[in-house]
């Protein structure tokens, strides 16, 4: 099974602070994703990435950064987190060319900025 | 720019009856289209996926869907309703393989499983 593994279940953090997301996937995949996902408000794409350090904006990129230094390993970036980036952020994963579009997720970082 | 509406928030349904989760997407081509499940404190795992063919698909957990192209829906179905299957359920659309391209996700129903 492919599995995409994100480190921290649950994080608490306090304003101000500088907080990495970390995101591993052992099948080998081109592309990787994070979202952000609130209720009522389903999940939004904040950046994506289809090759060591590439990376695309998503739909919400400001207060974020990424970095994929190795194939198997993208992360979040909140340079400062303020209370308006706790959330449930969830990685995901897919292959490139035919069923690019086939995202695994991960079990989910929910972060609570205070 | 695609979008997917799920126009039910909560559905309540008891268990053993029949369920339908309701999707439509805008796309100005054949779409990719997606149901994805997300059980309490878990990451979304794919029910089932149409690409292109037969427009009823079938999918994990006994559940089924069918794409609609002049309703521009691809609702979700599932006979007989077990209590594992409350849940939060996304419906995404993506836009023909380029290799990268995303996923839009709808907000979500939440399904309510009552004895």
């Known amino acids: 099974d492919v599995k995409v593994t994100q480190s921290s279940r649950y994080l608490v953090k306090r304003t101000g602070e500088k907080v990495f997301l970390e995101c591993v996937q052992d099948?080998?995949?081109?592309?990787m994703f994070w979202y952000r996902q609130d209720p009522g408000l389903g999940l939004r794409l904040i950046y994506f990435?289809?090759?060591?350090?590439?990376?695309e904006k998503g739909d919400i990129p400001e207060g974020y950064s990424v970095s994929r230094e190795k194939k198997e390993r993208f992360s979040l970036i909140l340079e400062s987190a303020s209370t308006n980036q706790t959330s449930m952020y969830l990685c995901?994963?897919?292959?490139?060319?035919?069923?690019?579009?086939?995202?695994?997720f991960g079990a989910g970082s929910r972060l609570t900025v205070l | 720019a695609q979008s997917v509406t799920q126009p039910d928030i909560h559905i309540t349904v008891s268990e053993g009856a029949s369920l339908e989760l309701r999707c439509n997407y805008s796309y100005g081509a054949t779409p990719y289209l997606f149901w994805y499940v997300q059980s309490p404190g878990q990451g979304l795992q794919l029910l089932l996926k149409y690409f292109s063919g037969d427009t009823l698909v079938q999918g994990i957990k006994g559940f089924e869907a069918e794409f609609k192209r002049s309703q521009s829906s691809f609702n979700l179905r599932k006979p007989s309703v077990h209590w594992s299957d409350a849940a939060e359920y996304f419906c995404?659309?993506?836009?023909?393989?380029?290799?990268?391209?995303?996923?839009?996700f709808g907000k979500g129903t939440m399904l309510l499983v009552s004895p």
């Open positions: 990435s289809y090759d060591v350090k590439m990376k």
């Open positions: 099948m080998d995949h081109e592309n």
């Open positions: 995404a659309v993506g836009a023909h393989d380029s290799g990268y391209s995303t996923l839009t």
């Open positions: 995901a994963s897919s292959r490139a060319g035919s069923g690019a579009n086939v995202l695994t």
